[in-house]
RNA sequence: GGUCCUGUAGCUCAACUGGAUAGAGCAACUGCCUUCUAAGCAGUAGGUUUCAGGUUCGAGUCCUGACAGGAUCACCA
């Protein structure tokens, strides 16, 4: 970092001095030199042509020969074109690790005294977690401690939507079919059990609409007047005019399910440190309403309904309440947003939702904005795209879904025979072996589904998808495996490599080199994942980091080395990668194994 | 039809925000376990970055227009 910031004020220094040019710092940067050019850090002198006067070779040239004379860390320089490449100097190469190995803790940048809400998984409660929500709360998890690494206090926050027509749908279902059925005689999940229902709700409904068309109905007509549709509408008013048998029953599913998914959160290894209820939060926003009326920001039509109009933004005129004064899914939206601000006074709020509804949080922030909302400015919509399988779309209510439950196990399983396969389980006793079979499973599908750009949809093919080698998760852990396992030994010598003294040390081994400047990247890393909220850059970031520290592995020999200094410097360097990885890991909600 | 997102090797993804000869993994092929864990390493092969224009020293990246896939445009949530 300081070498970085060393090396560009001495090339302010040198337009300074050579040219009389007064360049700010920000205009300057050091891209990564590529490697079949000499040098460590590149600077693209092109874009000071017209200011230098000189051809791009001379205004190279110049400037390396002002930074070999006058910049400790520049040791020598060539020239391509307008590419000027800059060789550190052997010491800084010390120096650079060293003051990253004294570091008390890695990845985490100070305090910025901000706060951040990251809401994420918003379940619904008539059905089990699947794929789609498994790429939703990683993802979310992630975020969140990636925010955490860049300095903020986070909230992580879970809208439970367990309210509304789809909630009534698995309920009127139970009442027909349930017989008293519960998770216990079923044998099942409770979330599981109420999905049962809710699968079939449809399969009744559909075949209800055949009925009703075979006596001449429309398609149109028979889907409205379904018996089993119009049942569930009847319980949601019900259910909204308290009636004590509907609530009560209501409790008891909403109860199974939430049993159900709290066993399904912990095998993901995601948490939450606040809840929100859609039955408690349905009916706010009215009072938004009357403001933006007064402020002038909403509008009134002749039939009482109230309106936004974002004609100017490029959008249109959206429905803020109905003529009837009741809610839509906006209102409600509107007041949460409220509601978070008055429990903890975020700065900024991140809603990690699926791209289906782009348009609405479009809607929703360019309101608050208007209204004035000092946290307006920090909404944001972390929008994902969908995960789809070979077969086309999952949908739950045809059962065409991967479900949560299943697929974690099912990668916990593979885990196990892929581990056994290679013959790597002595010394380990059953319970050890199992948490490795649940690390290297779940670290599989995470890495997965975390290091694709979150919005990009992307294919998941149950066959082939998940690989426990190259680019993946279990590669990563593994790189880990091999330090602990280095460390061990080095203990077991009794290395000094916590407080060593490389004063001595000489020319670095090119595979020594690059890995201190990946591990030097780590910060930068972690800041450009937090402004770009996306965990696939640090995905990214740990793969190429654990493959240069394979490289350097098979390149340099530790303990066979018979220099003292030199060998302790490879430990420590060994060392410095398991932190990073481990830290980076972390970031992803991915455990590390110290054996594997 | 309007708006938004996406399009890079056979497949899954990168590309430091406009920089040099576009990089990895999987799949295929060739080597490397008597040495710190071979879930590894080294190598071969694979590309008109969907297409056509434009901007400039320089474009996968920015602009315009096509084409393809997806999402969305309810007094649904």
């Known amino acids: 970092m300081s070498i970085q910031q060393n090396i560009l004020s001495g090339i302010q220094q040198a337009f300074r001095q050579i040219f009389q040019l007064e360049v700010e710092l920000d205009k300057l940067n050091l891209a990564p030199t590529r490697k079949e050019f000499e040098g460590t850090y590149t600077f693209v002198v092109f ?14 040239s110049k400037i390396g020969d002002f930074l070999k004379e006058n910049c400790r860390d520049v040791s020598d320089y060539n020239v391509v ?38 809401e994420y998984s918003s379940p619904n409660t008539n ?13 979310g998890y992630s975020v969140a401690e990636i925010l ?6 986070v909230i992580k926050s879970n809208l ?28 099942l999940k409770g979330d599981h059990l109420a999905g049962k229902y809710y699968v079939l709700f449809d399969k009744t409904y559909k075949t209800q609409i055949k009925e009703l068309q075979a006596k001449g109905q429309t398609e149109e007509e028979a889907k409205k007047n379904a018996p089993i549709l119009i049942e569930a509408q009847d319980m949601l008013r019900k259910w909204e005019a308290n009636d004590p048998q509907t609530v009560a029953l209501w409790k008891q599913m909403n109860q199974w399910v939430y049993a159900g998914f709290e066993v399904t959160y912990q095998t993901m290894g995601v948490d939450f440190d606040q809840f929100y209820y859609e039955s408690d939060t349905y009916l706010l926003g009215k009072d938004i309403v009357e403001e933006g009326l007064k402020k002038g920001v909403f509008f009134k039509k002749e039939n009482g309904s109230v309106w936004v109009d974002l004609t100017e933004e490029g959008l249109d005129e959206k429905l803020v309440l109905r003529a009837d004064g009741t809610s839509v899914y906006i209102t409600q939206d509107m007041g949460t947003a409220d509601l978070k601000y008055r429990d903890f006074q975020i700065d900024k709020s991140v ?12 809607v929703l922030f360019k309101i608050m904005r208007k209204l004035g909302r000092s946290y ?35 990668m916990i399983d593979t885990a196990e025979s892929h581990t056994k396969e290679l013959g790597k389980i002595e010394g380990f006793n059953e319970k050890q072996a199992q948490e490795l079979y649940r690390i290297l499973g779940l670290g599989a599908l995470k890495y997965f589904l975390l290091k694709v750009d979150p919005k990009k949809r992307m294919l998941f093919n149950p066959k082939e998808s998940i690989e426990f080698q190259g680019n993946t998760g279990p590669f990563i852990q593994y790189s880990h495996a091999r330090i602990a396992s280095i460390l061990r030994k080095a203990d077991q010598l009794e290395v000094n490599y916590q407080n ?30 937090g402004t770009e909220y996306s965990p696939a850059i640090i995905a990214q970031y740990l793969f190429d980091l654990a493959k240069e520290y394979n490289r350097f592995y098979a390149d340099v020999p530790i303990f066979s080395e018979n220099d003292a200094s030199i060998l302790a410097f490879r430990v420590a360097l060994s060392a410095q990668t398991a932190k990073t990885i481990k830290k980076g890991m972390r970031l992803l909600g991915i455990a590390v194994p110290d054996r594997m």
């Not at 059905?127 to 993802?139: M, T, W």
């Not at 400015?377 to 999952?394: E, F, N, R, W």
């Open 47 to 60: 874009t000071f042509l017209k200011q230098t006067k000189l051809s791009p070779e001379m205004t190279a």
């Open 81 to 118: 074109k307008g590419f000027l490449n800059l060789v550190l100097n052997e010491n800084s190469w010390i120096d650079i690790f060293t003051t990253l190995y004294r570091k008390e803790t890695i990845g985490q940048l100070p305090s910025n005294g901000q706060k951040v809400m990251v």
């Open 127 to 139: 059905k089990p977690l699947h794929l789609g929500h498994l790429r939703n709360n990683f993802l």
């Open 148 to 153: 955490k690494a860049n300095g903020y206090e």
């Open 160 to 187: 439970v939507n367990d309210r509304g027509i789809h909630i009534c749908k698995s309920m009127v279902a139970y009442l027909h079919f349930g017989n008293g059925e519960t998770p216990e005689s079923a044998g």
């Open 351 to 362: 809603y990690v939702v699926g791209n289906e509804q782009d348009y609405h949080f479009e």
């Open 376 to 410: 307006g400015p920090g909404l944001y919509h972390l929008s994902y795209g969908m995960v789809d399988l070979p077969t086309g779309k999952m949908k739950s209510r045809e059962g065409t879904v991967v479900d949560a439950d299943d697929l974690m196990q099912e």
């Open 500 to 529: 060593p003294d490389f004063s001595s040390m000489g020319q670095l081994a090119e595979s020594e080199t690059s890995l201190i400047l990946i591990l030097n990247d780590f910060e930068k890393k972690i800041a450009q994942a």
